[in-house]
């Protein structure tokens, strides 16, 4: 995917994948964590990055600061691709982009001070003398509200929204262009999620970071997000701005997201109808031929068994990955009701109308 800037960071066709060791017959299993992702971000924006817990959503976004080793695929960050530096060379570019980990309090360390944690990446990467650093350590303290009253506590003495705002002080430290925020708001109370939400959007404003918003929350990438990717079983299956997803979202999965989110309205809530997906999310040990989402589909067909969807655009910047749309018929439930008793929407051949790939079912497990 693309955006009209040029992008601060390009991810190719990025793969992780995990042995899984040996079965009950000895067969090596292979578990693709993420499989085949591409997406562009431009710099100074965020994007949202939503899905199911174990969609895949943390392991990409570890292995875009190489946190995580992709197996294939390429992470270019201003054009130089990540995945070909040395251990070394990509200990340099770590000072450009850092993380936010979901866990506020497993991510400090309990036994250093919150000066201590600050302090830490200021000095590996030698960016202040020794009479600068304290000065620096409590700039970066207020910039997240937090008083240097606070400078000799330790992680155990505050609480998640807290320790939340340190974590984010220490990633800002190294001054970053591009920092992943891996589920920052999922462990802390609902009042507090604004509270870091709204610091995340100032320090970005302030600063012109960009982001890699992860999140299970539909509601809290709306709002923070410039455009939002769903992910399913280590794909991106729809991508388009945040309140696009959100308010006319294409994939039946996106629109199964979006149906758990509870409405404020209790009146809205009671009348609205939920879509309840069958099924758990396949084991991506042996994951579905086809459409990965096509076992849980209430639209699918005979041939999503056998057709892998491509990503395209639908709409203007408004791409999906399924092949009862197209940008002539965007509408599922429209398409649905059309082809009412159809078995398949293709001509038998190599691909789809949207440039899908068939599996032959006779070579499909």
Sequence with gaps: MTTDQEPLISIRGLTVSYSSGRGLIGKRHTVKAVDGVSLDIAEGETLGLVGESGCGKSTLGRAVLRLTEPTGGEVLFRGRNLAELSNSAMRAER???????????????????????????????????????????????????????????????????????????????????FIVADEPIS??????????????????????LTYLFISHDLR??????????????????????????????????????????PLPDPNAEARRQRIVLKGDLPSPIDPPTGCPFHTRCPYAINDCRYVVPQLVEIKPKHHAACIRI??????????????????????????????????????SA
């Design 95 to 177: 000072k450009g982009l850092q993380m936010i980990f979901q866990d506020p309090y497993g991510s400090l360390n309990p036994r250093m001070t919150v000066r201590q944690i600050i302090e830490e990446p200021i000095r590996a990467f030698r960016l202040a003398g020794c009479s600068d650093i304290g000065a620096r350590v409590r700039e970066l303290l207020e910039t997240v509200g937090l008083a240097s009253g606070h400078l000799d506590r330790y992680p155990s003495e505050f609480s998640g929204g807290q320790r939340q705002r340190i974590g984010i002080a220490r990633a800002l430290a190294v001054e970053p262009e």
């Design 187 to 208: 462990a802390l109370d609902v009042s507090i999620q604004a509270q870091i939400i709204n610091l995340l959007k100032r320090l970005q404003a302030e600063k012109g």
């Design 220 to 261: 809290a990438v709306r709002h923070v997000a410039d455009r939002a990717a769903v992910m399913y079983l280590g794909r991106i299956v729809e991508i388009a701005s945040g309140r696009e997803v959100y308010s006319d979202p294409l994939m039946p999965y996106t629109k199964a997201l979006i149906s758990a989110v």
């Design 326 to 363: 197209n940008p002539e018929n965007p509408d599922i439930d429209t398409n649905a009701k059309a082809e009412s008793g159809a078995t398949s929407i293709f001509e038998h051949g190599s691909s789809g109308s949207n440039g899908s790939i068939r599996i032959d079912p006779s070579k």
